[in-house]
């Protein structure tokens, strides 16, 4: 597709289960990141690749939440043991080369409910 | 540590007035980069206009300009002749430096644009 791709769009489970979140960026794009946004605040970074490396993982809460990219496209991010803290919307975005040259280009989002 | 302060939780404005979004912004590198993005309520983020710093003039597309006041440190949105459809959730960030895509977001403004 033209743009980045999130599935699935709505998760729901249950307190102390394992979820992951898929993100397929815009082809050619180098820079993918994740984003965190719980209601009625701005999106909080997580992680960011740039390729198949996490070029800069400071915003991942615990160590629950881990995060691939292993070819360098797809990315999967990993929420083991949710808690309900958990529950929001995940976004993804990406970028052409990740180097200040432009703008974030957004999916819109996988909304995380954990019961 | 860099840092975007949105004062404004909610505005509303009359069709085809113009508005002004508020963003103040906080960091020590001399390069960087701002952002203003929209979220209607599907979720995505649709990016609207961008300014360097090192841009002598105050960015523009289309109905939105950025005022930027490089000395305040404020980078507010203006949008002139406001429609029913702009109502949404806007969102400053910040790039800090020059080779990153990585994007700190403030906690938005919502706005509300009545007939």
């Known amino acids: 597709g033209a743009g980045v791709s999130q599935t699935p769009s709505n998760k729901v489970t249950e307190k102390g289960k394992y979820v992951e979140l898929r993100c397929d960026p815009i082809?050619?794009?180098?820079?993918l990141y994740w984003y965190r946004q719980s209601l009625g605040q701005g999106p909080e970074f997580l992680i960011y690749?740039?390729?198949?490396?996490?070029?800069?993982d400071s915003g991942l809460p615990n160590d629950r939440f881990f995060a691939v990219r292993p070819e360098g496209s797809v990315s999967t991010l990993k929420i083991q043991r949710t808690e309900r803290g958990d529950s929001a919307v995940y976004l993804c975005?990406?970028?052409?080369?990740?180097?200040?040259?432009?703008?974030?280009?957004f999916g819109e989002g996988s909304r995380l409910t954990v019961l | 540590a860099q840092k975007i302060t949105q004062t404004q939780p909610g505005m509303f404005v009359q069709e085809k007035e113009a508005v002004t979004l508020d963003c103040t912004y906080d960091?020590?590198?001399?390069?960087?980069?701002l952002f203003w993005y929209k979220q209607p309520s599907s979720g995505e983020m649709i990016f609207l206009i961008y300014?360097?710093?090192?841009?002598?003039q105050n960015a523009t597309e289309g109905r939105y300009s950025l005022n930027f006041q490089k000395a305040r440190k404020s980078a507010n949105l203006v949008i002139s002749a406001s429609q029913l459809g702009d109502s949404a959730m806007y969102f400053c960030?910040?790039?800090?430096?020059?080779?990153?895509?990585?994007?700190?977001f403030g906690t938005g403004t919502r706005l509300q644009v009545f007939p």
């Open positions: 082809s050619g794009h180098t820079a």
């Open positions: 975005a990406s970028s052409p080369t990740g180097k200040g040259t432009g703008e974030l280009f």
């Open positions: 960030a910040m790039r800090e430096g020059w080779n990153t895509d990585k994007l700190i």
């Open positions: 960091t020590s590198d001399q390069s960087y980069g």
């Open positions: 690749f740039q390729g198949t490396g996490a070029a800069d």
């Open positions: 300014q360097g710093s090192y841009d002598e």
